[in-house]
């Protein structure tokens, strides 16, 4: 049975994806257009950088506005984050802050 910290962190772990690709996507094609280009088209972003901006834009807006509480759909922001990625010596966050619904528990 899968809980709603599983969830979130699926959530969170494919926008954070998202997010590091678009990222690589914008030097990528900056440094093949460069390689490839013929003199005149100096100082310009090449089409591909534009994928990457907004591919990397709708992954942050994702993580801030997109990922919710299952029980309660409250928005959790920044907070998705440490719920996915839980780092160092700090307290893991084991509730809703909105609700107080435990992350541990199954799905709604």
């Known amino acids: 049975m899968q809980t709603i910290r599983e969830a979130v962190k699926r959530r969170v772990r494919r926008l954070a994806l998202l997010a590091v690709a678009g990222w690589l996507v914008i030097p990528a094609s900056v440094l093949v257009a460069s390689w490839t280009a013929s003199g005149s088209g100096r ?49 893991r966050v084991n509730f809703c802050p909105f609700c107080g619904t435990g992350l541990d528990e199954p799905l709604p």
């Open 43 to 91: 100082g310009e972003l090449p089409p591909w950088a534009f994928l990457g901006i907004v591919a990397f834009a709708a992954a942050i807006l994702g993580l801030n506005f997109g990922v919710r509480c299952l029980k309660c759909r409250t928005r959790f922001g920044q907070l998705a984050l440490e719920i996915a990625f839980h780092w160092g010596r700090r307290a």
